[in-house]
């Protein structure tokens, strides 16, 4: 077992990754007959993604799926290690979990994801949650069936994770949440190694899909009929890099358009390997939808140097400058206020930066310190205090907010065409997102999730738009 070492890690950059097509094995077919599953997720949309899998292997060995945690036979928690808050979560429920094994001793409990490719982490499971069935790694998810077999007698915890590596393995069954909409991995892993942040050590090293992998995907959730596909990636930008193919997320991008799939979105570009190519194609076919999402994370060139992000401010004004180009672009942003050593100065920095790209929105957070990555050793000599860090990041929610709404407000009176999804949290009220991914809620039917409808824009928040049905 290692902790996350940045030295090491950096060395697999350039190991081969092996493609493995998954088979489900005969001796785990209908383990699950008669029994029922929870499967709780927190963090991002490649963990979303991640549960639809998790289900779909479930669901393949005769499990039905449970609404609700108290009664089902197996749990499983999908975590998310990005900040200390998500951390805390997981193991909150972790402590619930303990209750509910100890009234039935026959609960299977598996804990995965992020979290489960950490040695503190898993330690800690060993150590104090001994309740726990089997951990296993973002990269294992395929070994699930497996590992439910040999936890069938509930004996002792079984751990199956710490590869650094992994493998792209297609074929896994998928239970999607939604059949009008849909993730689509392109590229797991990330090799940037920002200073801060764990992905690089939980999802292992950049591996991209075969694009006639990722071009069958595609075409057989447009021919069900799906209307709206998501490319999924911590780097889609660097799709292709690792396969030496001489494709890249231009021509991928072309090429997922060109199936007529109505609606097709990427997430998370990453400014670095934002190429003009990649802007042409996006301006060529009005089915790639214009929201970008470009994480800056500071505005100040010493942090951004700090950071590890290998941009400068003024790199990022002149890609921002080209994608404002695009006709009728959102952007949104992820900015972390506090990284250690941020003085006032490099915050405005920050700020003025916000005010230069007026965003669309923005993900804001505090930085939190991660085990194991080069930041963590700075935050040891941190003298700013969570006070100062906590009215850092109001004062930017302030202004992010201001940017939002007025941009919300340009769209008063406007149409747009909208994807409804599903019932508002106000009564009779349903919601959807616009193209450029902007949250709308309007008075409507149950019929209309899942289909494209206009929207006439009557009033603006900062966070969501309220309309009207035009047809
Ligand atoms: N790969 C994407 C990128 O580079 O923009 C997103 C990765 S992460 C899931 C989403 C966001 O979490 C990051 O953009 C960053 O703003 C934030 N984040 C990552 N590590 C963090 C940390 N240690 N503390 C606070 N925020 C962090
Ligand atoms: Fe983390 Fe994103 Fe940087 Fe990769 S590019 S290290 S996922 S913040």
Redesign the pocket.
């Given at each position: 077992m290692n902790l996350p070492n940045l030295v090491e890690a950096r060395k697999r950059t350039n190991s081969k990754v092996n493609k493995v097509n998954y088979k489900l094995d005969d001796n785990y077919l209908n383990i699950g007959n008669g029994k029922t599953y929870y499967v709780k997720t927190y963090?991002?949309q490649?963990n979303e993604h991640d549960t639809e899998n998790i289900e779909g292997l479930l669901d393949s060995i005769g499990f039905i799926k449970n609404s609700e945690m108290e009664n089902a036979d197996i749990v499983i928690l999908n975590t998310c290690s990005?900040?200390e808050n998500a951390h805390n979560k997981a193991f909150g429920m972790l402590g619930r979990l303990k209750h509910l094994k100890e009234e039935r001793p026959n609960l299977i409990i598996g804990v995965c994801g992020c979290m489960a490719q950490e040695e503190v982490v898993v330690n800690e499971i060993l150590a104090k949650y001994r309740h726990v069935n089997f951990v296993f790694g973002t990269h294992h998810l395929q070994d699930l069936p497996k590992l439910i077999y040999e936890n069938m007698d509930n004996s002792k915890t079984k751990i199956d994770v710490y590869s650094i590596e992994g493998d792209v393995v297609e074929g896994l069954p998928v239970k999607r949440a939604n059949s009008f909409k849909a993730y689509v991995n392109i590229i797991y892993g990330?090799d940037?190694f920002?200073t801060?942040?764990?992905?690089p050590y939980t999802r292992g090293k950049q591996r991209s899909r075969k694009m006639e992998d990722i071009l069958s995907e595609v075409n057989e959730l447009k021919n069900n009929g799906c209307v709206e596909v998501t490319l999924l990636g911590?780097?889609v930008n660097a799709y292709g890099k690792d396969l030496n193919l001489g494709y890249d997320l231009a021509d991928l991008l072309e090429n997922v358009a060109k199936t007529n799939v109505p609606r097709v979105r990427f997430i998370?570009?990453?400014p670095w390997d934002f190429t003009d190519h990649m802007i042409d194609v996006i301006r060529k076919y009005p089915n790639i939808m214009n929201y970008i999402?470009l994480?800056i994370?500071s505005g100040s060139n010493r942090i951004l140097k700090l950071m590890g992000r290998r941009y400068t401010r003024e790199d990022y004004k002149i890609l921002f400058n080209k994608l404002r180009e695009i006709p009728n672009v959102s952007i949104t942003t992820?900015?972390?206020v506090g990284f250690p050593g941020e003085t006032e100065k490099d915050f405005l920095d920050t700020l003025d930066i916000v005010n230069y790209c007026k965003y669309d929105g923005a993900?804001t957070?505090?930085?939190?310190?991660?085990v194991g990555?080069p930041?963590a050793k700075l935050y040891e000599n941190d003298k700013t205090t969570l006070e100062e860090k906590e009215h850092r990041l109001y004062r930017l929610n302030e202004l992010i907010n201001d940017y939002s709404l007025e941009s919300n407000k340009r769209m008063l009176n406007n149409i747009y065409p909208v994807l409804v999804e599903g019932k508002s949290n106000k009564d009779e009220m349903m919601f959807g997102y616009t193209e450029t991914n902007k949250l709308v809620n309007f008075k409507g039917s149950n019929n209309l999730v899942g289909k494209i409808v206009k929207i006439k824009i009557l009033d603006a928040k900062s966070f969501s738009l309220d309309g009207e049905l035009v047809e």
């Open positions: 963090g991002c490649m990005i900040r990330c940037k920002c801060y942040c764990i992905v911590q780097n998370t570009s990453h999402h994480p994370q992820d900015i972390i993900f957070f505090i930085y939190s310190p991660r990555t930041a």
